[in-house]
């Protein structure tokens, strides 16, 4: 429950940065450049003088906005080509042969040469982020698709004329849905941590815009004197994914009866 | 005398593993009139179910495969028509209950709605009609139609086995394939759930293949009975024909397995000996190894279809020369 909680929280936040950030993310002050937290900004301000904990508000949007685009790409399109090679017994060894093949790939590198294509930016950072991870939607959607098609009530749905597309989307895919879902937030958490890894190498989101690892990056030369540029953007990510990890853990918990 | 509404003519399917051939129906031959209903009796692993799945053409492939053999239906053959037109068949005029209740049902959806599927399937109409009969169905097999909204897990095994039935039945089907319908509920649903399919059949006029290995089951409901062993029909006939004048000894080993009311018994009357690798039949009678009255003709000859009384064949050497006259 209480990953729910901060994630309802984060989701709030996120909702109403304008509201609630004291400031706005890309106001400059010189003047008060490398403030530690105080009263007047309570996160601190960095080496632009902007308020921290303004850019962290605005941050979590980035952050969530990437986190849960990317896991529905991925979901999406694995889950499609999982439930093809279950289905569609014929095409299973060339489908999930291609899936390894994805699998294969560093996503560092895949978003490197994603980069180096198209640019950088938000959205060739979820593609890549999406891209890497769909591998474990399709061999997850695979197992669950495997066991749901051999139920009798899927026979008995085929006995009474039902098409391959109708059994798939009423009787297979609702009943396969636990384990999936629980790969999704735990792959949520997952994507929010790669895509503050590749921001922090420069890779994803480029500055002036409020990422969680551009901050990282940016505060690290700092950090000798002024660890809170690293520490607060930080300990957040580390929040973040650990409250949905604990959210995952809990729904395998209640969906998978076997563990109970 | 009767109109037949499914024949069948030498059917062979056969399962191909990696390592073995089995062929799990061999070379059947059966019919069935209107408003007639069959029982199809036999140990497990006899073919009865493959035989059923073959006339739904729902045998798993791989590694099923329907070698050989014709099946009509109202004047078509099964085995050669369309996909698309077989999938119109099923649930609209050939319909299946299964073995077990308890998953034949999808646990995600509201019964009401997986007896609508079937209608909407089948039926052109709106909405409203489709929800109309849903309720009509419901009512029909006794569960009240207040309920159509509640998921499978909140009925009792009796009660999910008539919402099959409804669904199996909602089309008005010419021919019902009922796969051991009351195996897994206990005699007194059982009864109920005969009684419900007898007097259904009335109703509808439909045509019944009843798979059980329950001979109490058969005796209650059949118009004809088959046994199967093997893959093979061993004996067929009237069911008073195949109750009171049974000649194979593997049906006189069944019925003498029942055990008796009247006499005390310390062990029950089995047949000696399991039934034989699939994979691996004995040649000649396939039951042989078991029979008490092998004889060494037995062990090489593969006997053919006598009829030793009208409308009863047997599949035994030991009738051999003595078919009913004509």
Same mark, same amino acid.
């Given at each position: 429950?209480?990953?729910?909680?901060?994630?309802?929280?984060?989701?709030?936040?996120?909702?109403?940065?304008?509201?609630?950030?004291?400031?706005?993310?890309?106001?400059?002050?010189?003047?008060?450049?490398?403030?530690?937290?105080?009263?007047?900004?309570?996160?601190?301000?960095?080496?632009?003088?902007?308020?921290?904990?303004?850019?962290?508000?605005?941050?979590?949007?980035?952050?969530?906005?990437?986190?849960?685009?990317?896991?529905?790409?991925?979901?999406?399109?694995?889950?499609?080509?999982?439930?093809?090679?279950?289905?569609?017994?014929?095409?299973?060894?060339?489908?999930?042969?291609?899936?390894?093949?994805?699998?294969?790939?560093?996503?560092?590198?895949?978003?490197?040469?994603?980069?180096?294509?198209?640019?950088?930016?938000?959205?060739?950072?979820?593609?890549?982020?999406?891209?890497?991870?769909?591998?474990?939607?399709?061999?997850?959607?695979?197992?669950?698709?495997?066991?749901?098609?051999?139920?009798?009530?899927?026979?008995?749905?085929?006995?009474?004329?039902?098409?391959?597309?109708?059994?798939?989307?009423?009787?297979?895919?609702?009943?396969?849905?636990?384990?999936?879902?629980?790969?999704?937030?735990?792959?949520?958490?997952?994507?929010?941590?790669?895509?503050?890894?590749?921001?922090?190498?420069?890779?994803?989101?480029?500055?002036?815009?409020?990422?969680?690892?551009?901050?990282?990056?940016?505060?690290?030369?700092?950090?000798?004197?002024?660890?809170?540029?690293?520490?607060?953007?930080?300990?957040?990510?580390?929040?973040?994914?650990?409250?949905?990890?604990?959210?995952?853990?809990?729904?395998?918990?209640?969906?998978?009866?076997?563990?109970? | 005398?009767?109109?037949?509404?499914l024949e069948i003519k030498k059917l062979v399917?056969?399962?191909?593993?990696?390592?073995?051939?089995?062929?799990?129906?061999?070379n059947i031959s059966l019919?069935?009139?209107?408003?007639?209903?069959?029982?199809?009796?036999?140990?497990?692993?006899?073919? #009865?179910?493959?035989?059923?799945?073959a006339i739904?053409?729902?045998?798993?492939?791989?590694?099923?495969?329907v070698i050989s053999g014709e099946i009509y239906f109202?004047g078509a053959d099964l085995l050669k028509i369309?996909?698309?037109?077989?999938?119109?068949?099923?649930?609209?005029?050939?319909?299946?209950?299964?073995?077990?209740?308890?998953?034949?049902?999808?646990?995600?959806?509201?019964?009401?709605?997986?007896?609508?599927?079937?209608?909407?399937?089948?039926?052109?109409?709106?909405?409203?009609?489709?929800?109309?009969?849903?309720?009509?169905?419901?009512?029909?097999?006794?569960?009240?139609?207040?309920?159509?909204?509640?998921?499978?897990?909140?009925?009792?095994?009796?009660?999910?086995?008539?919402?099959?039935?409804?669904?199996?039945?909602?089309?008005?089907?010419?021919?019902?394939?009922?796969?051991?319908?009351?195996?897994?509920?206990?005699?007194?649903?059982?009864?109920?759930?005969?009684?419900?399919?007898?007097?259904?059949?009335?109703?509808?006029?439909?045509?019944?293949?009843?798979?059980?290995?329950?001979?109490?089951?058969?005796?209650?409901?059949?118009?004809?009975?088959?046994?199967?062993?093997?893959?093979?029909?061993?004996?067929?006939?009237? +069911?008073?024909? +195949?109750?009171?004048?049974?000649?194979?000894?593997?049906?006189?080993?069944?019925?003498?397995?029942?055990?008796?009311?009247?006499?005390?018994?310390?062990?029950?009357?089995?047949?000696?000996?399991?039934?034989?690798?699939?994979?691996?039949?004995?040649?000649?009678?396939?039951?042989?190894?078991?029979?008490?009255?092998?004889?060494?003709?037995? #062990?090489?000859?593969?006997?053919?279809?006598?009829?030793?009384?009208?409308?009863?064949?047997?599949?035994?050497?030991?009738? #051999?020369?003595?078919?009913?006259?004509?």
């Amino acid at each position: 429950m209480v990953g729910l909680y901060l994630l309802v929280f984060l989701i709030l936040v996120a909702i109403c940065a304008p509201i609630i950030a004291p400031y706005d993310y890309d106001d400059q002050n010189q003047e008060k450049a490398f403030k530690f937290p105080n009263r007047e900004f309570w996160f601190g301000t960095d080496n632009f003088g902007r308020d921290i904990l303004s850019r962290m508000i605005y941050g979590s949007r980035v952050s969530l906005q990437v986190g849960l685009i990317s896991v529905g790409f991925s979901a999406l399109v694995g889950c499609t080509l999982g439930v093809i090679a279950a289905f569609y017994r014929k095409c299973d060894n060339l489908v999930m042969r291609v899936v390894d093949g994805f699998a294969s790939i560093p996503y560092l590198l895949l978003a490197i040469a994603i980069a180096a294509a198209l640019g950088s930016g938000i959205n060739n950072l979820m593609l890549a982020v999406g891209i890497s991870t769909i591998p474990a939607y399709a061999r997850v959607t695979r197992a669950a698709v495997l066991t749901v098609k051999e139920t009798e009530y899927v026979e008995a749905a085929r006995s009474i004329g039902t098409n391959n597309f109708r059994i798939i989307i009423r009787h297979i895919m609702p009943n396969s849905l636990a384990p999936i879902i629980i790969q999704a937030t735990l792959g949520v958490g997952n994507a929010i941590l790669i895509a503050s890894c590749l921001s922090f190498l420069g890779l994803g989101i480029q500055p002036p815009s409020p990422e969680w690892g551009a901050m990282l990056s940016g505060g690290r030369i700092y950090i000798r004197d002024y660890w809170h540029m690293t520490v607060i953007p930080g300990v957040a990510l580390m929040l973040v994914v650990y409250a949905l990890n604990i959210l995952g853990d809990g729904l395998r918990d209640a969906l998978d009866p076997r563990l109970k | 005398m009767h109109e037949k509404v499914l024949e069948i003519k030498k059917l062979v399917v056969r399962y191909d593993t990696d390592y073995e051939k089995v062929e799990a129906v061999n070379n059947i031959s059966l019919e069935i009139a209107k408003k007639e209903t069959m029982g199809l009796v036999g140990e497990t692993g006899a073919g #009865k179910t493959t035989t059923a799945l073959a006339i739904m053409r729902l045998v798993p492939s791989p590694p099923g495969k329907v070698i050989s053999g014709e099946i009509y239906f109202e004047g078509a053959d099964l085995l050669k028509i369309s996909e698309k037109e077989m999938r119109k068949i099923r649930g609209g005029k050939i319909s299946m209950i299964f073995q077990d209740p308890m998953t034949a049902l999808n646990p995600v959806l509201p019964v009401g709605e997986q007896i609508m599927e079937v209608i909407r399937l089948h039926d052109k109409g709106s909405k409203a009609e489709a929800t109309k009969k849903t309720t009509k169905m419901l009512e029909l097999v006794g569960i009240n139609s207040e309920r159509h909204n509640e998921y499978p897990h909140q009925f009792s095994g009796g009660m999910k086995q008539r919402v099959v039935i409804a669904i199996a039945l909602a089309c008005n089907p010419s021919l019902l394939i009922a796969d051991e319908p009351t195996t897994a509920l206990d005699v007194t649903i059982q009864a109920q759930v005969l009684g419900m399919m007898n007097s259904l059949k009335d109703e509808f006029d439909t045509s019944i293949i009843l798979i059980t290995h329950d001979l109490g089951v058969v005796a209650e409901v059949c118009d004809h009975v088959a046994i199967m062993y093997a893959g093979e029909i061993i004996e067929t006939g009237t +069911i008073k024909e +195949i109750f009171e004048n049974k000649k194979h000894p593997y049906t006189i080993g069944l019925f003498n397995s029942i055990p008796d009311l009247d006499t005390e018994e310390d062990r029950l009357q089995a047949i000696s000996g399991l039934m034989p690798d699939p994979a691996n039949l004995p040649k000649g009678c396939k039951f042989h190894p078991r029979c008490p009255k092998c004889t060494a003709e037995c #062990k090489h000859r593969v006997p053919q279809n006598t009829e030793v009384a009208p409308e009863h064949f047997v599949k035994c050497l030991l009738y #051999k020369g003595t078919e009913a006259a004509k």
